[in-house]
C-alpha cells in the first residue's frame, strides 16, 4: 500500500514538473478535423508532445461504405470539446500556458474544417493568443521532421484516401508540386476493391478500413500471381492514376467468382493473391513516379544529388509492403528514406501541432486578424510544375531492386 502511494505521488509530481517546464518554452495546441477524425495535440517547441487526443470515425463511416460528409460534421462537433480538453490535460498545460494555436484549415471536407476552425476561433479568443493556419497535406509532409533532422530541399511522397502528390519541399512555406493523382486516390481505390472483394465479411476483416483489409490479406498472399498495370509509360510525367488497377481487380474478381463458382456474399479464394499482386503493382507505380521526380529535380538542379532525401507520409503510408518497397528503392538509388510512425501518418493533431511549432519558431503565418483564417476545402499544394515535369518528357529505366517483405522476397526491373 505505502509503495502505491509513494508511485502514485512520484507520477503526480512527474506530471506537474512536466507542465512546469512546458510553460517555460513556446507551446503550441493543435487541432485538426479536415476529413473523418477528431485530432488536437500539444508540443512545445523541442518537439516533445505533451498531450493528445485522438477521436477516430472509421467504424461508424465503414458501416455507410465511406465517409459521408454531414454525419462527419456532427461527429466532429460531438468529439471535438473532449479531444481538446483531453490534450490539454494530459499535458498539463493550460490554454493561458499556451503560445498560439494551430488549426487545419486546407485542404478536406468544407464541413469538417469548419468545425475545427470555429473551435480554435473561440480558444484562441478565449485565451488571447493568435491562431497558425496549417495546410493538411504540408503538415502531412513535415510531421518527418518531428522526428529526424531532414534538411531542405527534400522530395515528399503524399499518399492517401484523397489524395496522391509527388512534391519538392524546398522550406515550410514553399512546395513544387511535380505530380498529383487524377481521377481516383491510392487510399480510395483499395477501399473500392477491399468492397468489391467482400473482405468485410470475412470475420478477421470485418473492422478493418479497406487498405487495412488488404494488407491483412496480403501478407499471406502472392504477390506476383496477377500483373496489374503501373507503368503508363506513354504519359513521361508524374502524375498516379489509379483507375486501371480498379477496372482491372474488377475484371479478375469477376473472372474467378465465375471459374470458382462463388455465392454472392462470398470472398474468392484467390483473394490473398489479388491483394498482394494489388500492392506490388501500387508499389511499382509510385517508385516509377519518384523515379522520374529524382531525374526531374537534378535536369532542373533542384536537389543536393549528394544528399537526397525521400519523405513518405499519409494514410497509405501505414501500409508495410509500400513502406518497404519505397525503402528498398531509396537504397538502390543511394537516397535516405523517411517515414513516420503509422500513428503519425493518418490525420492526428500531432502534425499539426508540430507544423504550428515550426511556423511559430520562423515567424510566418502567425495571425490575429482571425477574420482573414477561413476553411478553404480545395487549396492545391504548392506552385504546380507538373506541366514542366511532362514536357522534360523523361524516359526511365528502373533499377533492379529486391522487395524483402517478411518471408516474400520479389524484383521489380
Same mark, same amino acid.
Given at each position: 500500500?505505502?509503495?502505491?502511494?509513494? =508511485?502514485?505521488?512520484? #507520477?503526480?509530481? +512527474?506530471?506537474?514538473?512536466?507542465?512546469?517546464?512546458?510553460?517555460?518554452?513556446? $507551446?503550441?495546441?493543435?487541432?485538426?478535423?479536415?476529413?473523418?477524425?477528431?485530432?488536437?495535440?500539444?508540443?512545445?517547441?523541442? @518537439?516533445?508532445?505533451?498531450?493528445?487526443?485522438? %477521436?477516430? *470515425?472509421?467504424?461508424? /463511416?465503414?458501416?455507410?461504405?465511406?465517409?459521408?460528409?454531414?454525419? &462527419?460534421?456532427?461527429?466532429?462537433?460531438?468529439?471535438?470539446?473532449?479531444?481538446?480538453?483531453?490534450?490539454?490535460?494530459?499535458?498539463?498545460?493550460?490554454?493561458?500556458?499556451? +503560445?498560439?494555436?494551430?488549426?487545419?484549415?486546407?485542404?478536406?471536407?468544407?464541413?469538417?474544417? %469548419?468545425?475545427?476552425?470555429?473551435? &480554435?476561433?473561440?480558444?484562441?479568443?478565449?485565451?488571447?493568443? !493568435?491562431?497558425? !493556419?496549417?495546410?493538411?497535406?504540408?503538415?502531412?509532409?513535415?510531421?518527418?521532421?518531428?522526428?529526424?533532422?531532414?534538411?531542405?530541399?527534400?522530395?515528399?511522397?503524399?499518399?492517401?484516401?484523397?489524395?496522391?502528390?509527388?512534391?519538392?519541399?524546398?522550406?515550410?512555406?514553399?512546395?513544387?508540386?511535380?505530380?498529383?493523382?487524377?481521377?481516383?486516390? !491510392?487510399?480510395?481505390?483499395?477501399?473500392?476493391?477491399?468492397?468489391?472483394?467482400?473482405? #468485410?465479411?470475412?470475420?478477421?476483416?470485418?473492422?478493418?478500413?479497406?487498405? *487495412?483489409?488488404?494488407?491483412?490479406?496480403?501478407?499471406?498472399?502472392?504477390?506476383?500471381?496477377?500483373?496489374?498495370?503501373?507503368?503508363?509509360?506513354?504519359?513521361?510525367?508524374?502524375?498516379?492514376?489509379?483507375?486501371?488497377?480498379?477496372?482491372?481487380?474488377?475484371?479478375?474478381?469477376?473472372?474467378?467468382?465465375?471459374?470458382?463458382?462463388?455465392? !454472392?456474399?462470398?470472398?474468392?479464394?484467390?483473394?490473398?493473391?489479388?491483394?498482394?499482386?494489388?500492392?506490388?503493382?501500387?508499389?511499382?507505380?509510385?517508385?516509377?513516379?519518384? /523515379?522520374?521526380?529524382?531525374?526531374?529535380?537534378?535536369?532542373?538542379?533542384?536537389?543536393?544529388?549528394?544528399?537526397?532525401?525521400?519523405?513518405?507520409? @499519409?494514410?497509405?503510408?501505414?501500409?508495410?509492403?509500400?513502406?518497404?518497397?519505397?525503402? =528498398?528503392?531509396?537504397?538502390?538509388? =543511394?537516397?535516405?528514406?523517411?517515414?513516420?510512425?503509422?500513428?503519425?501518418?493518418?490525420? =492526428?493533431?500531432?502534425?499539426?501541432?508540430?507544423? @504550428?511549432?515550426?511556423?511559430?519558431?520562423?515567424?510566418?503565418?502567425?495571425?490575429?486578424?482571425?477574420?482573414?483564417?477561413?476553411?478553404?476545402?480545395?487549396?492545391?499544394?504548392?506552385?504546380?510544375?507538373?506541366?514542366?515535369?511532362? %514536357?522534360?518528357?523523361?524516359?526511365? %529505366?528502373?533499377?533492379? $531492386?529486391?522487395?524483402?517483405?517478411?518471408?516474400?522476397?520479389?524484383?521489380?526491373?
Amino acid at each position: 500500500m505505502k509503495f502505491r502511494i509513494l =508511485n502514485r505521488r512520484i #507520477q503526480l509530481f +512527474s506530471h506537474f514538473y512536466r507542465g512546469l517546464c512546458a510553460r517555460s518554452k513556446r $507551446i503550441v495546441l493543435g487541432i485538426e478535423t479536415s476529413c473523418d477524425d477528431t485530432g488536437a495535440a500539444v508540443i512545445d517547441e523541442d @518537439g516533445n508532445v505533451l498531450g493528445e487526443g485522438l %477521436k477516430s *470515425q472509421m467504424k461508424v /463511416h465503414l458501416e455507410n461504405g465511406g465517409v459521408i460528409p454531414h454525419i &462527419a460534421v456532427y461527429l466532429h462537433e460531438e468529439s471535438i470539446e473532449d479531444v481538446v480538453s483531453t490534450a490539454l490535460t494530459k499535458s498539463n498545460v493550460k490554454l493561458q500556458d499556451l +503560445s498560439a494555436i494551430a488549426v487545419t484549415t486546407k485542404p478536406g471536407l468544407r464541413g469538417s474544417l %469548419k468545425v475545427g476552425v470555429k473551435y &480554435a476561433k473561440h480558444l484562441a479568443s478565449a485565451c488571447g493568443k !493568435p491562431l497558425i !493556419p496549417i495546410h493538411h497535406m504540408e503538415a502531412h509532409a513535415l510531421t518527418a521532421r518531428l522526428l529526424e533532422n531532414i534538411e531542405f530541399p527534400f522530395l515528399t511522397l503524399l499518399a492517401s484516401g484523397g489524395h496522391c502528390q509527388i512534391a519538392l519541399v524546398k522550406s515550410l512555406q514553399e512546395f513544387l508540386l511535380l505530380g498529383t493523382s487524377s481521377h481516383n486516390s !491510392p487510399g480510395e481505390v483499395l477501399d473500392k476493391i477491399a468492397r468489391r472483394l467482400k473482405l #468485410q465479411n470475412l470475420p478477421e476483416c470485418y473492422e478493418m478500413s479497406g487498405g *487495412q483489409a488488404i494488407e491483412f490479406m496480403a501478407k499471406d498472399g502472392d504477390p506476383l500471381a496477377y500483373s496489374f498495370p503501373y507503368s503508363l509509360t506513354h504519359h513521361r510525367d508524374c502524375n498516379f492514376s489509379f483507375s486501371g488497377f480498379t477496372s482491372f481487380a474488377t475484371k479478375t474478381i469477376e473472372i474467378e467468382e465465375e471459374e470458382y463458382d462463388v455465392p !454472392p456474399d462470398g470472398v474468392v479464394p484467390t483473394a490473398k493473391d489479388i491483394c498482394a499482386s494489388l500492392l506490388h503493382g501500387y508499389a511499382l507505380h509510385m517508385m516509377h513516379r519518384i /523515379h522520374r521526380a529524382f531525374i526531374f529535380c537534378e535536369i532542373k538542379n533542384l536537389l543536393n544529388s549528394n544528399k537526397r532525401s525521400l519523405v513518405f507520409s @499519409g494514410g497509405v503510408a501505414c501500409n508495410t509492403y509500400i513502406r518497404t518497397a519505397l525503402n =528498398n528503392m531509396c537504397a538502390a538509388l =543511394n537516397t535516405e528514406f523517411y517515414c513516420p510512425p503509422s500513428r503519425l501518418c493518418t490525420d =492526428n493533431g500531432i502534425m499539426i501541432a508540430w507544423n @504550428g511549432v515550426e511556423k511559430l519558431k520562423a515567424g510566418v503565418d502567425i495571425c490575429s486578424n482571425f477574420e482573414s483564417i477561413k476553411p478553404d476545402p480545395d487549396c492545391p499544394l504548392g506552385t504546380d510544375l507538373s506541366e514542366e515535369v511532362r %514536357k522534360a518528357s523523361i524516359k526511365v %529505366k528502373m533499377p533492379k $531492386i529486391d522487395l524483402q517483405v517478411e518471408k516474400e522476397k520479389v524484383s521489380a526491373t
